[in-house]
């Protein structure tokens, strides 16, 4: 494989500081979103580091308080790597840094929140259920071994979809007690992250060989496009307030964009450059905060300071939750898009309560 280590503003947020998964408690967060990591960011939005790692990092979750968790990207057995969101550091280089907790565990590379509380992670020995607040294994490994990459809950089964080690698309359940083949469309192809669309009707696969390329398929499992890229992608995250886009966190420092007219993922789409300047990307996640985390092999400080640390960069705003990591929905946009089905909070039991929540508590 080419590449693995040792596997090769939300409205609440501007009330009450950054939110939670779930719907806790309000958050401290010295974030100035004034950070460098990309010389080229698209306007609009923000970066900042949230921590650094003298370690490869690879996989992005979150524990229940909202704090990031990161793995070492490891066949399996990788400790996490929390950073406390509520914590102040030593500012480094003009940065402000969160501290970090190295907790033991037994992760692959790819990571990913359910609904259930839990984490689970693709390893070559199959899917393991993980404590999101401790890292201890809870059960597994279960289903046909994995390539220790991509690996997402379907939101509208809860079924954990991952890649097989021969890049077929399997699926288990949360109990672990059953498993599948969602795709055999990418088997033989080297399929690193995997991401369902905020409706569930799509699969997104960052698919890197035989060639780059950009995969879509429906949920039937069968294919709607391979969309060609000149970089190599990795991660992939989805953009829920207007303009709605994906966008891939890739191996040459780049990040791409893609807009599907009228939101048509059955169309070709547009690509342009989200990002650049940055360093080797990898797998990424959507937070409680509705802002994109991406792991980068480099670090750029404020002060633009470079170090061969791996670091984890936050981008905001308006990045759409996936099933498990909670939170109060970003604007009405979000609302309109279904966005509110992911949601734990318990206060949002309809589209309409969502809706309610943020006209009355917009600022």
Known sequence: MRRITNLGVACAALLAGALTVGGGSARADHGTGSGHSFTVLNAGFTQEIVGVLPSFMGGVAFAPDGDPLVDNCSSDGSPLHRFDRQGVAPVVSGTNLHPVTT?????????TNHPNGALYTNTIAGVRKLDANTGAALAGPFGPGGNALGIAVDPQTGNLVYVQSGGTIDFVDAALTTSGVFSS?????????????PTGNFLFLSNRGP?????????????????LMSSEPDGIAFHATTPKFVVTNNT?????????AANDFTVVPTQSVFASGGFRGDLTQVGPDSCLYVTQNGTRYDDLTVTGENSLVRICPGFAT???????PTDKDQCKNDGWKTFTNPAFKNQGDCVSFVVSHKP
């Open 185 to 197: 469309v990418t088997t033989g192809n080297f399929v690193d992250g995997i991401y369902f669309d």
């Open 252 to 260: 040459d420092g780049t990040m791409t964009r893609f807009d599907f």
């Open 211 to 227: 060639i780059d390329q950009l995969t879509i398929l429906r949920r039937d499992g069968t294919l709607v496009q391979n969309v």
């Open 322 to 328: 996936p099933p498990g990591v909670g939170g109060t």
């Open 103 to 111: 907790l033991t565990s037994s992760a692959g590379c790819g990571l």
